[in-house]
């Protein structure tokens, strides 16, 4: 196995791991919030070290945007992610979260001018088709959630695309030497957001917030490098799909023997069509 597909492994196992710890966190009473804010605090702190012990780079537009954009976004999808993982489990969660992909592939091809390929717009058709059939998990009913099980799932849909629109966006800059800054700005940008959540809630972390907050930035900081190593050393064409539909399928096979997850027929024909949909649209 070649150091590029170590890196690729090693990231899909990393990205599940921390849908775990999100439900792990919960079950043990955690402040979503609070963990959220320690999380972001400590990927910050990591991807500022990074950045200035590197090339610097000036803070233009060009960063600051996509850096603002991506990290509202990251604080969003963390509170939507960790809410319907308690509801409906990491693997409906993970699946949904996944998907949120396609808005960056439909920017690319109308505001970008990229060609779509006939598997790429298979696969946007059956994303479209996997979501529907996603609600029909329906999750555990001693968590009250406002809302039904769909609004859950298109939140999660919605509000995660900001950060691949964000990536896409910045990719488009032509400067991945600046990452580590970009980085700092958007782990930046969702300490913000969770700061100002956590202060109109008007509560302090407590000390059972700080394991699993602490466990989660060296996690985003990890997956981030580990992709990049991925995308040095193997093509997108490889990366991407194996990133998304790997983390599907391990998010659900790991769901099954941790938390003792069941799907239903619908919802498990949801995560196998997601699947290949991820793979289609992340084809080249």
């Known amino acids: 196995m070649s150091l590029g597909y170590l890196y690729l492994a090693l990231q899909v196992t990393a990205s599940v791991i921390f849908g775990h710890i999100i439900n792990w966190s919960g079950r043990r ?4 919030v609070a963990v959220a804010t320690i999380n972001y605090f400590f990927a910050t702190l990591v991807s500022y070290l990074a950045n200035v012990s590197g090339r610097q780079f000036a803070l233009g ?6 850096g603002i954009v991506g990290g509202v976004s990251y604080a969003l999808s963390f509170f939507f992610y960790g809410q319907a993982i308690r509801r409906l ?7 949904a979260m996944r998907l949120a992909t396609l808005p960056a592939v439909l920017a690319s ?16 058709a059956l994303a479209l088709l996997a979501l529907p059939l996603l609600t029909s998990h329906p999750g555990d009913k001693s968590v009250k959630l406002i809302g039904p099980t769909w609004v859950w799932l298109l939140s999660i849909f919605v509000v995660g695309s900001g950060g691949p629109l964000a990536a896409k966006a910045f990719q488009e800059t032509s400067i991945p030497e600046a990452k580590p800054l970009l980085l700092t700005v958007w782990f930046a940008a969702a300490l913000l957001c969770c700061l100002i959540a956590l202060v109109s809630q008007r509560v302090l972390p407590r000390w059972r917030d700080f394991p699993p907050g602490l466990v989660l930035g060296a996690l985003n900081v990890l997956i981030n490098l580990l992709l990049l190593g991925a995308l040095e050393r193997l093509p997108g064409a490889v990366v991407f799909p194996v990133s998304s539909a790997g983390g599907v399928l391990l998010a659900t096979v790991s769901s099954a023997f941790l938390w003792r997850e069941r799907l239903g027929r619908v ?8 699947v290949i949909a991820l793979v289609l649209i992340n084809s080249q």
């Open 29 to 32: 009473r955690s402040n979503l």
């Open 61 to 66: 537009p060009e960063i600051l945007l996509p």
């Open 89 to 95: 489990g990491v693997s409906v969660a993970t699946t």
């Open 109 to 124: 091809v109308f505001y970008w001018q990229e060609q779509l390929s006939l598997l790429q717009f298979s696969g946007i």
């Open 267 to 274: 919802a498990l024909s949801g995560v196998a069509i997601s």
